[in-house]
């Protein structure tokens, strides 16, 4: 996609309002408004192998999509996020859930000396990742791009990235965070990298469990520098992905499981301001996209929402 096409297809195409009529009075889609009651007992043991079994989903998904074919560099990302491309020099990016890295290119691609470190929970996505930067033959990525293992819906992240002390002293400083930023990166190899400056979650949560969603967003505010930014897109409520699930792929309110074992939650601007002002962040910005597209192969019209947002870690949390 050109850079024009994607200025172009990731525009409001349509009002989301109108869109919640029409569907909450369609008999049709009923199904997908009513409360949901699970009749299972929720304890700690069932929830790890919640995680394991879609950790091992998506290994599966990343296996057999494999092909160049699936990999589309997401091109939009700077113009929904032009803090990418905006941030001071050597800034550190972490990528949480970078799949085959058709999010972390185009990071890698808006400045020359930002350094990002991406984790996902599937082995082989990070082999694909790996594989699709190296194509790209950037300026120094081999030093700039940092892949990891790493299942926030179990575990949290690795102490190298924040570590006990330095997250301590995020939560008592109250300087600026241009000075901030010197400070941690003069301590790098003391102790860890220092945090991060910028956060971002693209079409990453809604794949994780809806009880583990408060988990790892903490997670990710707590290695986040104060005056740090998380960027978030993901799937919105009554997507067209939405409607299309029967009644018995329900396994949880706006929450989804696919047939391949990988699951999908549907975000409102409620439930995400919701779920990231209980962490601890400042929103910023908070809104639907709305976008119209034409199926190539039959013509069909499609009506895509997504949720998009920008947090803010405040100084001094």
Not at 94 to 101: D, P, S, T
Not at 142 to 165: K, M, N, Q, V
Not at 246 to 254: A, I, K, S, T
Request: proline share 3%.
């Amino acid at each position: 996609m050109s850079q024009e096409a994607a200025a172009n297809y990731y525009s409001k195409d349509f009002e989301w309002n109108q869109l919640r009529l029409e569907i909450e009075t369609n008999p049709s889609f009923l199904y997908h408004l009513l409360p949901f009651i699970d009749d299972t007992n929720a304890n700690t043991s069932a929830s790890t192998a919640d995680a394991n079994s879609d950790s091992e989903a998506w290994n599966k998904f990343h296996t057999r999509h494999s092909t160049g074919k699936f990999f589309k560099e997401r091109r939009y990302l700077l113009k929904e996020f032009p803090e990418l491309a905006s941030c001071r020099d050597y800034a550190k990016v972490l990528e949480v859930g970078c799949g085959n890295g058709s999010t972390a290119l185009p990071i890698l691609r808006a400045k020359e000396n930002i350094v990002v470190y991406a984790c996902d929970c599937s082995n082989e996505a990070l082999d694909r990742a790996k594989e699709n930067i190296a194509a790209a033959n950037l300026i120094s990525a081999e030093h700039r791009y940092h892949p990891f293992l790493c299942d926030i819906s179990t575990s949290g992240f690795p102490e190298w990235l924040a570590c006990s002390s330095c997250q301590e002293r995020f939560c008592k400083s109250n300087c600026n965070r241009v000075d901030f930023c010197e400070v941690s990166c003069s301590e790098e190899s003391s102790c860890c990298i220092g945090g991060v400056d910028l956060v971002t979650l693209i079409f990453t949560l809604s794949a994780l469990p809806l009880h583990m969603m408060p988990t790892a967003i903490q997670e990710c505010f707590s290695v986040l520098k104060p005056g740090g930014m998380l960027l978030f897109r993901d799937y919105g409520l009554y997507d067209m992905t939405m409607l299309r699930f029967d009644p018995e792929q329900r396994v949880g309110y706006r929450e989804y499981m696919r047939s391949d074992g990988t699951r999908s939650y549907f975000f409102s601007l409620e439930s995400t301001r919701d779920l990231f002002s209980s962490a601890g962040f400042t929103e910023l910005e908070l809104e639907y996209c709305c976008v119209k597209s034409t199926n190539r192969r039959n013509g069909k019209l499609m009506r895509r929402v997504w949720v998009h947002g920008k947090f803010q870690r405040p100084k001094g949390s």
